[in-house]
Every structure is written in C-alpha cells, then in structure tokens.
C-alpha cells in the first residue's frame, strides 16, 4: 500500500511537529525535505558547488550535526532558488513518497511539484509573530545565543525568498486543506491534521 501525506508551508508553522505526530499516529515514514535543502546549504558554507552538492547528497548527510542553525537555515532557502539544486532532490523525494506503508513529507512545495497526486495535502500556516517566537523558543532551548527580533528578520526573509522565488514558490496546493496553526495548541493541530487524513484513506 502506498499513501502520501503532503505537508507544506512557511517556516516555523508547525509542519514538523505535525507531520512527525502524524507520522507516528498512522505508522506512516517520515522525510524533512528542508534538511535536504539545509544539507546542501551546510555544504555551500564549507566551500562546496551547490549543485555539486545536491547531486551526491548521501541519506546520512541529513543527520549532519548543525543543520539546525539559522545561518544554515539561510544559506538552505538560498540554494532552494537553484532550479538544479531543486532537480537533483526530486528522485529521492519522490521515491520516498512512495514507500510501501505510507509516507508523510514536510516541506515547501510537496504538494505542487514533488507530489502533485498525493492522497492527501495539508498547508499549515501561522502569523509571522506567532512562527518566530516559536522558533525563537526553540533556538534558546537548545541554548542557541538568538535574539526574537533576529529570528522574526529571518523567518520574514525566508518566507519572501520562498515565496516569490522562480523555482517551485511556496504556494498552497490548489487542493490543499489550509490549517493556521496560530491559536491552536499544538494537539489541537495535530488532531485537525489526522482527521483530514481519517477522511481521506
Ligand atoms: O523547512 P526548513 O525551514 O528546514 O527549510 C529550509 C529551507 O529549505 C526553506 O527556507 C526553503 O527555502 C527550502 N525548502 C524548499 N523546499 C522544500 C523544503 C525546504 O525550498 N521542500
């Protein structure tokens, strides 16, 4: 059996938490393309083609240590404008989508260009306020030295490169169930995305 769950928008939305509980609940696999697009971003720091770089990506590359910084979170949304970085990524994504068991893959244009036919499409959003003081949270848990300010400045950059870039922008699905995640707890989100799916199979 086959079953793709598409999960996309802007960053810091709750797309990860949600499509990782999701995952979980239906005993779906779960891909993170944003580290796929942060593991050629990390690459391009340290001196490498960026194109280069995503054409041998290596699976355990996305369990580098660092891919979670903003810098790299910078340097990720920049080589995603790359229409042959973007090329070289299609393969392994759209392969894992259709994994026998079912997969759930998060990103910014699973469900117009990697899986246009997936089962079921989600695009979960928030304020830009509400998605960088989360983000902020998680940065200062992990004892990361970031200020709010610096994190709403790179959560709105982010989201203007993604959304008004050539290469696959970050759009909703015209299909795609529309989740704000702004006043919801995060169970409320998650409940909201496994019924959708329920409906669905
Ligand atoms: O989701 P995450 O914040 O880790 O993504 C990092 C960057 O990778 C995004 O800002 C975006 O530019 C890029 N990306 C993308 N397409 C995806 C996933 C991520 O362009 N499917």
Do not use: W
């Amino acid at each position: 059996m086959t079953f793709t769950v598409a999960i996309d928008g802007p960053a810091a939305a709750g797309k990860g938490t949600i499509s990782k509980a999701v995952a979980a609940h239906f005993g779906f696999a779960h891909l993170d393309t944003g580290l796929l697009y942060r593991a050629v971003g990390a690459k391009m720091l340290g001196g490498a083609d960026p194109v280069s770089a995503a054409r041998t990506l290596d699976p355990a590359d996305l369990d580098a240590d660092g891919l979670r910084t903003p810098e790299v979170a910078q340097a990720a949304s920049q080589v995603a404008t790359n229409q042959a970085v973007r090329d070289a990524l299609v393969a392994f994504q759209r392969s894992f989508a259709t994994r026998p068991g079912g997969a759930v893959l998060d990103g910014r244009d699973i469900g117009t260009v990697i899986c246009p036919t997936a089962h079921v499409k989600l695009f979960v959003t928030a304020s830009p306020g509400c998605r960088a003081k989360r983000r902020f949270d998680e940065l200062s848990d992990k004892g990361m030295d970031v200020t709010y300010e610096t994190v709403l400045a790179d959560v709105k950059a982010r989201d203007e490169r993604d959304r008004t870039r050539a290469a696959a922008p970050l759009v909703p699905a015209e299909d795609a169930v529309l989740i704000d995640t702004s006043d919801l707890s995060i169970d409320a989100a998650v409940a909201a995305a496994v019924a959708v799916i329920e409906d669905a199979r």
